[in-house]
């Protein structure tokens, strides 16, 4: 994803007739896929509990995911998704380090900053797309996923992709409209690393936040 979009999400729980909703809806299957994630967090979970996520996806490199400022409430996730390592370790280092930024790759950094892997995971995932009435732009398509975790969890997700944060409220209108079709909200997220079986603190400290 190119740096500086807003990505807007909303989870859900998906059903066994949920790929049968969404060829009703005129959804497109893009592919399905299946890829390991790693995540990084501190001792403490300092990322993750401020919903910071530092992802490490086989074959796909580092991500990091920042809350979006938008300043729309709702039940749904804003994020801006870094790609770039450069501008990862400098995120970093704002929210984590202490003296000077060193000038390397994500790797080079996670010892100095005492980051560590928390989870590992295999996902498999069906990822479709869905233009409502209206859409023209590519960015106006909503991407449906649907994963299933290699630990027994399953989630779905509505993204939509916008430029600006005026734009947000339209995009989040329609993942709602459709969300709403597939399946009751899921909390995702911490929640979902904490049904993982080697994260077992994580579910107790995902209650407050």
Sequence with gaps: MAQGLIEVERKFTPGPDTEERLQKLGATLEHRVTFRDTY???SELSLMLS???L?????S?????CPGVTGVSGPHNEYVEVTSESAIVTQLFELLGSGEQETA???????????????????TRSSWKLALSGAHEEESLLTVDLDSTDFGYAVGEV???VHEK???????????SVSSMLGPDSPGGLS?????????????QAAVH
């Design 55 to 59: 992802r490490q996806r086989e074959g």
């Design 159 to 161: 993204e939509a992709v």
């Design 51 to 53: 919903d910071h996520w």
């Design 40 to 42: 990084y967090d501190t």
């Design 61 to 65: 490199g580092w991500e990091f995911k």
């Design 105 to 123: 790759g994500v790797a080079a950094v996670l010892g100095r900053l005492k980051l560590q892997e928390v989870a590992s995971f295999i996902t």
């Design 166 to 176: 005026a734009e947000v409220p339209a995009a989040l209108e329609k993942i709602i």
């Design 192 to 204: 979902l690393l904490g049904n993982h079986p080697w994260f077992p603190a994580v579910g107790q």
